[in-house]
């Protein structure tokens, strides 16, 4: 916790619309849907927010928290200390006061004890008598953990501001499909409303006010996201196996592809999704069905992926499209299951054995995750070659503000297929010949009736009709051949986005979910005299807008959430006449990234540095 970063807060004066909320539970009590509610309630108002779930990767019984961040300027990155909290949590209790600063406010349940020592005179103290007003409500035993969750979402909505009405539209868009729960869950929140406002008096600085409605956005979450887009990418086959945190991406596939992908006449999916044994399958699946002419993909994280490798490298060699979602966690081994990290470039990058290098795309928002859907399929089928997309826990799995998706804007892009009627276009066709001189072959795939559409698959050397061959030259021309392919996919891959300041001699690069805490870390560093200009790198390769960007500054700083620098050797490796100009900045204890820390350490090696 950066405690030299904390706001002093003046009791006098209100803060509005900017804090930081943490409601400190138990995981496996109930409280995602009360959590959901207070923030929903938030983003009603027309407040830019955010809300990240930390859980551990246990089923039942130990700490959760979720973060809620509000900021009128759009400030949502996740903050190294909290505001206010909401305390329901005993055995975490006196670690959670230790993330308040003076002026922070506590709920809390008012059957923890409080100690001596957790009495901090800097703090609000607003207790809230949960067991006796679940007790008015006289509910069954095997729900009370529920009802007391929504309790405190009305004790809590009422001190900071939030108009009744307001939670009511959050809890019946939470259970639009159910009124009869939404009736009986506002009966509870308005139990703990209407008691804050008899016998809570308010002694805090922070409240809310109503905002324009953010018309133009939605609330989700990036597995969402990314179903979605790959569905509308013509996505027609995933293979799977379950690993958090990607499950959830093909647990809403498979809510979602039947309703956009059946037959109008037949009423029959045009679909296949299937979870196999294990991530070999998984991926051996999805080749196959890529090599079968289906557009394809898989769903994993960076254990899966790994399992993936072999046949990543057979996909590469017999130049057969498919897709690999990789939504990274924190490794290695199993490492923290339920935690984010950036920790899977390089693998990805190089993935298999032998000499390659693959697609790489790089979300870093819930949209892009939608749109990085489809055009992943896109790339694959047109680069005959696996594409991989890294997400990662934050972004994948919390919820996000978010523009609402476009739809796409151009016709899918299937590549080089060739049918019976083209097959006479080519009277020397070979599935691995360079027709057009753009390192691209055609290929052929099943139900192509013609005699001549017909070749031999291989994973061992073969010529560039499909005949086995270990003939030297050939070997080199087939593997030189294929690394082309890449020479001009720039122009194809998202370009990055660059944030620029006022004549900034430092550059700042990230990827991915790090955005927002990196533009906000770009305003705390100009407040101390040092500007900077951030690029967002959305894809591998690197091309000429990153090397430009390097060479434009003194100096660049390249921020990820690994321990090693994955992107910044990346770049090192790619631009590494430029490498003295390029510093790597790391962080990995499973957490989103700050802009406290980024500014932080950033102004630490600028001063180092003189």
């Known amino acids: 916790m950066a405690k030299n970063a904390m706001k002093k807060k003046c009791e006098s004066d209100l803060i509005v619309n900017d804090f930081c909320m943490t409601i400190c539970t138990v995981n496996g009590s109930g409280s995602v849907t009360a959590n959901s509610i207070l923030f929903s309630a938030l983003f009603h108002m027309g407040i830019p927010t955010s809300g990240k779930n930390v859980f551990p990767s246990n089923i039942k019984g130990m700490a959760t928290w979720f973060v809620i961040r509000a900021n009128d300027n759009g400030y949502t990155g996740r903050r190294p200390y909290d505001d206010i909290i909401v305390a329901m949590n005993p055995k975490t209790f006196l670690e959670d006061l230790n993330f308040l600063p003076k002026g922070g406010v506590v709920f809390y349940a008012d059957h923890i004890a409080i100690s001596d020592e957790a009495r901090r005179e800097d703090l609000i103290f607003y207790p809230m008598p949960i067991k006796a007003l679940t007790d008015e409500l006289d509910v069954p035993r095997t729900i009370r953990d529920f009802t007391e969750n929504m309790l405190y979402v009305g004790i809590v909505g009422q001190v900071l501001g939030i108009p009744e009405k307001i939670l009511l539209a959050a809890i019946n868009k939470h259970f639009s499909s159910r009124p009869a729960i939404a009736e009986t869950n506002f009966k509870t929140v308005k139990l703990g409303f209407d008691w804050a406002a008899k016998n809570l008096k308010k002694t805090d600085c922070y409240t809310v006010k109503q905002l324009p409605p953010l018309t133009d956005y939605i609330l989700t979450d990036g597995n969402y996201a990314g179903a979605l887009g790959s569905i509308f990418g013509g996505m027609q086959f995933c293979a799977w196996y379950p690993i958090t945190p990607a499950t959830s991406l093909v647990e809403e596939m498979n809510t979602l592809a039947p309703k956009f992908r059946q037959d109008p006449e037949t009423g029959k999916n045009t679909f296949a999704i299937v979870q196999v044994e294990d991530e070999l399958a998984a991926a051996g699946a999805a080749i196959g069905a890529g090599w079968a002419g289906l557009r394809s993909m898989t769903v994993t994280s960076g254990p899966g992926l790994a399992l993936m490798t072999e046949n990543v490298s057979l996909a590469y060699f017999t130049e057969t499209p498919v897709v690999f979602w990789d939504v990274q966690r924190v490794g290695p081994s199993t490492g923290l299951p339920t935690r984010t990290a950036q920790g899977d470039i390089s693998m990805a990058y190089t993935l298999g054995h032998g000499d390659k290098k693959h697609i790489i795309v790089i979300p870093g928002s819930v949209n892009e995750c939608f749109e990085f859907g489809w055009k992943a399929l896109d790339l694959a089928e047109k680069y005959q070659t696996p594409v991989f997309v890294m997400s990662d826990l934050d972004l994948g799995m919390n919820t996000w503000m978010t523009k609402k998706f476009e739809y796409p804007d151009r016709p899918i892009n299937r590549g080089k297929i060739i049918w019976e009627k083209d097959m006479d276009k080519f009277p020397d066709w070979g599935r691995y010949k360079d027709i057009d001189k753009d390192a691209i072959p055609y290929r052929t795939v099943m139900g192509n009736q013609s005699p001549k559409a017909g070749y031999f698959t291989r994973g061992t050397g073969h010529d560039e009709y ?68 951030f690029m967002r790198i959305r894809s591998l390769p690197c091309g000429k807008l990153e090397r430009d960007f390097i060479i434009g500054h003194d100096r660049t700083y390249v921020l990820e959430l690994n321990r090693d620098g994955q992107l910044c050797g990346v770049l090192r490796r790619e631009f590494s006449q430029y490498a003295p100009r390029i510093t790597s900045v790391t962080e990995i204890g499973g957490l989103p990234m700050t802009a406290v820390w980024a500014s932080e350490t950033i102004l630490a090696k600028e001063q180092l540095n003189g």
Not at 490 to 514: C, F, N, Q, R
């Open 466 to 533: 499909g005949n086995y061959s270990e003939n030297p030259k050939n070997w080199a021309d087939m593997l030189f051949r294929i690394g082309r392919k890449l020479d001009n996919v720039e122009v194809d891959l998202p370009m990055p986005i660059t944030y620029y300041g006022k004549d900034a001699k430092i550059g700042i690069i990230g990827m991915g979910s790090t955005e927002l805490a990196i533009i906000e870390a770009q305003a705390l560093l100009r407040e101390k005299g040092i500007e900077t200009d």
